[in-house]
């Protein structure tokens, strides 16, 4: 089970940090978000160790993302917010490891969790 939390409104330059809970076994996991009116889109990727990270370009050097697997948690750190971040974020996990091209494609995740509400706005 993958449960997303830690949305709310910001104003644009401010920051959040998204939680993903995961429970079972071992996941390499993603972030992902929806805008309205939108398509899902790639956001970040890690890999188990947290030795490994994949970001798209418009996050670049403004998102972090990080696990702590002793609390089966795993967190995108949002700074720099921009209003075009705002979207539903979602977290997913899969049970292998690959290239940014395989991690960035939301059909390879094998689990999905409820999604969570960022709005940046002022």
């Known amino acids: 089970q993958l449960q997303a939390s830690g949305g709310g409104e910001v104003q644009p330059g401010g920051s959040l940090r998204l939680s993903c809970a995961v429970s079972g076994r071992t996941f390499h996991m993603g972030w992902f978000r929806q805008a309205p009116g939108k398509e899902r889109e790639f956001v970040a990727a890690i890999n188990w160790s947290g030795s490994i990270t994949y970001f798209t370009d418009s996050v670049k050097g403004r998102f972090t993302v990080s696990r702590d697997n002793a609390k089966n948690t795993v967190y995108l750190q949002m700074n720099s917010l921009k209003p075009e971040d705002t979207a539903v974020y979602y977290c997913?996990?899969?049970?292998?490891?690959?290239?940014?091209?395989?991690?960035?494609?939301?059909?390879?995740?094998?689990?999905w969790g409820l999604g969570t509400l960022v709005t940046v706005s002022s």
């Open positions: 997913a996990a899969r049970r292998n490891w690959g290239s940014k091209g395989i991690m960035g494609v939301l059909n390879n995740y094998d689990y």
